[in-house]
Structure formats: C-alpha cells, structure tokens
Nanobody, 122 residues
Framework: QVQLVESGGGLVQAGGSLRLSCAASGIIFSSNAMAWYRQAPGKQRELVAVIARTGSTNYADSVKGRFTMSRDNAKNTVYLQMNSLKPEDTAVYYC????????????????WGQGTQVTVSS
C-alpha cells in the first residue's frame, strides 16, 4: 500500500518560515520523481516545486528564491523549506509521486498525499 504523508504545516506570520516533510512508503522512492502542489480556497491546484530522481529541481516563479525542495532517499522523504512566507502562500500543500521522470503535469502523478494546511497571516 502506497502512502505519502505530509507534515509540518501550520500558522505563521508573513516573513516567517516553515519546513514541510513528505514521508513515502510502498514505493521505490529513489525511482520516483516527487512534487509539491498547493491549492488555495477557490483556486485551482498549482505546482510549487518538482524534484527529479537526480535531485535537480524546478520551481514555480511565485516561489523561486524563497522555497527549496530537497529529498533524502535514505529516509524516503522529501522536504519543502519555505522562507519569506507571504499571505498568498496560504493553501493546502500536497506532495505527489511519479515513477520515472519528473513532470509538471499533475495528471501524470501516480500517488498523492492527504495534504497539510499552511496559513500565513499578514
């Protein structure tokens, strides 16, 4: 059974930081590209960051320079370090996994976590 379990969300003031984690089980983690998506109320889900099996990353323009995605294959975990948070970063953050190559197309991801709420107050 595949599970992706996000943690680390919470309430933070603008300018603050949070670190999200996503622990994976039931998959060959090192063979999967991973991604973070987010969805704010009334808005479509959007890609935040992607990390390939090699560790190379891509970010949405809105988070470049503020967010950093990383992976620890020994722990089957990906992270999203979020700095200089803004109220517009408020959303439910989801991690996702796809076997093989990284993609920015959400419909190609095989597995999704349940999400963790991030709320940034002004």
């Amino acid at each position: 059974q595949v599970q992706l379990v996000e943690s680390g969300g919470g309430l933070v003031q603008a300018g603050g930081s949070l670190r999200l984690s996503c622990a994976a089980s039931g998959i060959i983690f090192s063979s999967n590209a991973m991604a973070w998506y987010r969805q704010a109320p009334g808005k479509q889900r959007e890609l935040v960051a992607v990390i390939a099996r090699t560790g190379s990353t891509n970010y949405a323009d809105s988070v470049k320079g503020r967010f950093t995605m990383s992976r620890d294959n020994a722990k089957n975990t990906v992270y999203l370090q979020m700095n200089s948070l803004k109220p517009e970063d408020t959303a439910v953050y989801y991690c996702a996994a796809v076997w093989g190559m990284a993609t920015m197309k959400s419909n190609l991801y095989d597995y999704w976590g349940q999400g963790t709420q991030v709320t940034v107050s002004s």
